[in-house]
């Protein structure tokens, strides 16, 4: 076995994941390798600095309402699904209906009928292209299908 | 990590007929462990609390695929895991759309990510180290957030990573020679000369 083919049990060894047979194996290794003692000695200063970060906790009103948090997403997501389609479905269709209204009214000026029409082809542009950055990302998630 | 108890079998049944309140059991057990595993991940402390509850969102509406065989936390470490990378990689999307050519910095190196502000009793090392924990790629970034940051065993990063404890091994292997080598030219030598 090559010094490479060590890396496994040094980080085992590290981190107290070994078997006793294993740790014998690796500590004979380490008697006659110099350059995988060194290593092991680099990676034992990084572990010691690494644990010492910890991060800072929350304060305990964050965690008093994290569940309360997600129940009332869980109870509302059905409402929001269901308000969302027929806020899209009444918004195209009066969209439809304005746009109609706009081309048939002579009593309105032809500025003002450039106009909003501008504003709607706006809007739909913006939609489309935030639709299109969804799916683009939807097609291309290789983590979509969460494994089970 | 806990081990799958009765409480979790008898909330898993429950959440299967339909009761969200019986999913309060895994939010209360594994809340703070989602927090401090999406913070690890993308850096961020209101990212880090918005996707932890999203993933437990997913995860109550998904509840009905997990087998009744299987622990809760390994899947729901993969409904975490996928949602922080998703965002990610949409965050590394949009950054690099508004420069739209110029050189991007990573994510991790712009200011409101992995900043030392979470670090708790910080001192300039302690920084250092948080912030090139958030350099590393994203699969070494979580073998290290899940061995150093939640005490996971390898055969528990093994079951979480849905890989086996050579790959856990490997992977920490490569992780924390690449943190050593962002120490190391952060400040101009080696491990060793770090106090």
Known sequence: ?148 | MPSVCQEEIIAMRRCRRGSPEAFEVFVNRYMKNAYFIALGLVGNREDAMDLSQEAFIRAYRNIKYLKPDRRFFPWFYQILKNLCISHLRKRRYRQTSSLDGENCPEPSAMTDYFSPEVVAGRNELKDKVWQAIGKLDDKHREVIILRHFQNMSYEQIAEALYCNKGTVTSRLYYARKRLEELLSTGKGGSINDMP
């Open chain 1, 1 to 148: 076995m090559t010094c490479h083919d060590y890396k496994d049990l040094m980080m085992g060894y590290l981190d107290n994941e070994l078997s006793d047979e294993q740790r014998r194996q690796f500590e004979e290794h380490l008697a006659g390798c110099s350059e995988c003692k060194d290593e092991l000695e680099e990676f034992r200063k990084l572990k010691a600095i690494t644990d010492e970060v910890t991060l800072v906790e929350p304060e305990d009103r964050i965690w008093q309402d994290y569940w309360d948090g997600i129940y009332n997403r869980i109870e509302r997501s059905v409402g929001w699904i269901v308000f969302s389609v027929a806020a899209i479905l009444l918004t195209i269709y009066g969209g439809f209906k304005l746009i109609e209204e706009l081309i048939k009214d002579e009593t309105i000026g032809m500025l003002l009928k450039i106009g909003l029409l501008v504003l709607i082809v706006g809007l739909a542009i913006l939609f489309v292209s935030v639709l299109r950055e969804r799916l683009y990302f939807w097609q291309r998630d290789r983590y979509k299908n969460v494994r089970r």
